[in-house]
């Protein structure tokens, strides 16, 4: 599913029109960036938590060059999904079987 597909259910769903669920999403997004650049962590009930974490710097091998390199501590976004999410998928893939 893409942008517009997910704006379009969005649109039919809430009785909204496709202009104004653009700019919610896009009003959410950025909430959701300002939240996770001040390393702090948030929740969507039912759904998850996004939150951050470092990597580590750490050894990897460039097959190209034959020969290892160090890469640096790298900042990324981590989502763990609450036990509802995980309920609910995994009757769904039960069912489908």
Do not use: C, W
């Amino acid at each position: 599913m893409n942008n517009s597909e997910v704006i379009k259910r969005l649109s039919e769903r809430l009785a909204l029109s496709q202009r104004e669920i653009r700019r919610l999403l896009r009003v959410i997004t950025e909430v959701f960036k300002k939240t996770l650049d001040e390393d702090l962590s948030f929740t969507i009930p039912k759904f998850g938590t996004f939150g951050t974490h470092v990597r580590q710097k750490r050894k990897a091998y460039n097959p190209h060059h034959k020969t290892f390199v160090m890469l640096p501590p790298k900042r990324g976004v981590s989502f763990h999904p609450s036990s509802v999410l995980k309920g609910h998928i995994k009757a769904q893939s039960l069912d489908n079987e």
